[in-house]
């Protein structure tokens, strides 16, 4: 399969792979899976006073385009507020890394990474976990 | 070295230049059709085919009557499977084969079950092997034919052949046997080993593709397969078509390269494959699929744990190998043979076949360890599942989505 220049960047030079502290109240964890394949992504988020994400941090076991789609995910997250980071929708991702329609579950994974994260944050803090609609494509 | 490195002998070999050299003539000067009695351009093609007939009869230790030349080993396994089939369905209709065969032998059995055949697929241990007992087991007045492989194409396994041919023997069946990937690489024997129907291709063995042959037994028991092809009855009426002169000949000259090498090239072949072997199962999680012992010398396949398949390949394109899994669409279908060794899906998918060959330099072997290596790490780097493990937590923290 022949991949676009920008997977293959995110693959070869995966931005903010790691792990954040999870016990952290700050810190919000989505550990998702993807029946289709196998594949699963762990993405983090650090969230300041001002509901800002600071920091983003992800590990992917998948394909290259999940991995580039978690890569790319993080590098969205950093700066952005928790509400604007909700609106992230998967087709953003497929357009921005110009991925296939065998790929696009891909994508899928990481919104519902980031989305998990968010609700995981949410919950720590006290707060209702957002009810996820079936909203990607 | 040229990147990228062919690792994937067991799919196809390179052709030999010295095969090439042997079959130049038969494309022009000497283009007759070897069927042609009246003149000499047939006579000249027909002394290249008859050739060649003894160059492959010498490699596995028949008679040149013995030898049908075909298509490749697809059209063998076909010939033999559903020819035995119609020549001796007044005797039975059962046939025996195990679940690593190759497809094309899978898929001609499956044809024969359609004609009202009964078809026993063997499962295989753990490490590849038939159990013998199982075979016996299976085995009824009905059995005309028991279709084993010599070695396996994935994991490089090879089967006791002998055995298994004396317990088809010992129940009145024939042996036949898909030696695709092993003429030409270890000693193959008709008569020692007791084989009545065999498959062998060129293009495995540094010959050109689309030519091949079946050898089939002429005494003790005389077996005789039923045509699959209609026309001009070429081949002591087994397989009708004009011969592929030039493919024949490449064929021969291929089997008598591969039986002057054999010995000296398993031997260098085994050494690098270990090599390459012991480096890579030194990382953490890495496993050797398939019997250690009896095995092709060639081939190395290798599963690494809590690594995607296709990401795997994605890192690996400087090399030109096999996964366990065909990664081309969203639904992978991890390899059968890797499946009936009792492989997870997710272990088939992150399996690598490595197939030295002939031309394969030590420069390669040690090109293709350091890749691996960088490959295996880097995506364990990345992986959740990895650090998960090394951490000692649960994988079925894993909220799955539903999509
Ligand atoms: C074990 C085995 N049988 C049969 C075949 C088919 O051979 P051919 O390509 O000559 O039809 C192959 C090669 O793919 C093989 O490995
Ligand atoms: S193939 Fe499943 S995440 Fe890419």
Same mark, same amino acid.
């Given at each position: 399969?022949?991949?676009?220049? *920008? ?116 919950? *720590? ?8 609609? *079936?909203?990607?494509? | ?403």
């Amino acid at each position: 399969m022949a991949y676009s220049d *920008k997977v293959i960047d995110h693959y070869t030079n995966p931005r903010n792979v790691g792990t954040l502290d999870k016990s952290s109240h700050k810190v919000g964890t989505g550990l998702v899976g993807a029946p289709e394949c196998g594949d699963v992504m762990r993405l983090q988020i650090q969230v300041d006073e001002n509901n800002i994400i600071t920091d983003a941090k992800f590990k992917t076991f998948g394909c290259g385009s999940a991995i580039a789609s978690s890569s790319l995910a993080t590098e969205w997250l950093k700066g952005k507020t928790v509400d604007d980071a909700m609106k992230i929708d998967n087709m953003d991702i497929v357009e921005e890394l110009a991925l296939p329609p065998v790929k696009i579950h891909c994508s899928v994974l990481a919104e519902d990474a980031i989305k998990a994260a968010i609700n995981d944050f949410r919950v *720590k803090n006290g707060m209702e976990p957002i009810a996820l609609e *079936k909203t990607h494509h | 070295m040229n990147i990228p490195i062919y690792l994937d002998n067991n799919a196809t070999t390179p052709m030999d230049p010295r095969v090439l050299e042997a079959m130049l003539p038969y494309f022009n000067e000497k283009f007759g059709n070897a069927a042609s009695r009246n003149h000499p351009f047939g006579w000249v093609a027909e002394e290249g085919v008859d050739y060649a007939r003894e160059q492959v009869a010498k490699l596995i230790g028949a008679s040149e009557k013995e030898i049908i030349f075909t298509s490749g080993a697809t059209e063998s396994d076909n010939l033999a499977i559903k020819g035995v089939f119609e020549m001796y369905k007044e005797k039975g209709n059962h046939i025996i084969t195990t679940v690593t065969e190759h497809k094309a032998v899978l898929d001609a059995c499956k044809h024969v079950e359609k004609l009202g055949g009964k078809v026993t697929y063997l499962p295989v241990k753990v490490d590849g092997i038939v159990d013998l007992d199982v075979l016996e087991a299976a085995m009824t007045p009905e059995t005309i034919l028991v279709s084993i492989m010599y070695g396996n194409n994935e994991i490089g396994v090879i089967q006791p052949i002998k055995e298994i041919a004396a317990i088809a023997h010992k129940h009145g069946a024939l042996f036949m046997t898909d030696a695709t990937q092993a003429v030409g690489k270890i000693p193959v024997d008709v008569n020692t080993d007791g084989i009545d129907l065999l498959a062998l291709s060129a293009h495995k063995i540094y010959g050109p593709k689309g030519v091949g042959a079946l050898y089939v037994r002429r005494k003790g028991p005389r077996v005789k397969v039923t045509a699959q092809m209609d026309g001009g009855g070429h081949e002591r009426g087994m397989r009708s078509g004009t011969l592929n002169v030039p493919g024949i000949v490449g064929l021969g000259k291929a089997c008598e390269i591969a039986g002057q090498e054999m010995e000296s090239e398993a031997k260098r072949l085994s050494t690098l494959r270990d090599k390459l072997e012991a480096s890579l199962t030194q990382l953490d999680e890495s496993y050797v699929n398939g019997n250690v012992e009896h095995r092709l010398p060639h081939v190395a396949n290798i599963s690494f744990k809590y690594v995607e398949g296709e990401g795997l390949m994605m890192a690996m394109k400087d090399l030109a190998v096999s996964s366990g899994s065909a990664c081309t669409s969203a639904s992978l279908e991890p390899s059968y043979v890797l499946k009936s060794l009792g492989l997870s899906d997710d272990l088939a998918h992150s399996s690598i076949r490595f197939g030295l060959g002939r031309f394969t330099t030590e420069e390669e072997v040690d090109y293709a360890i350091e890749v691996t290596k960088k490959a295996v790490t880097h995506l364990r780097e990345l992986s959740p599942l990895w650090e998960m493990f090394k951490e000692g937590i649960d994988l079925d923290s894993i909220e799955w989505a539903e999509h």
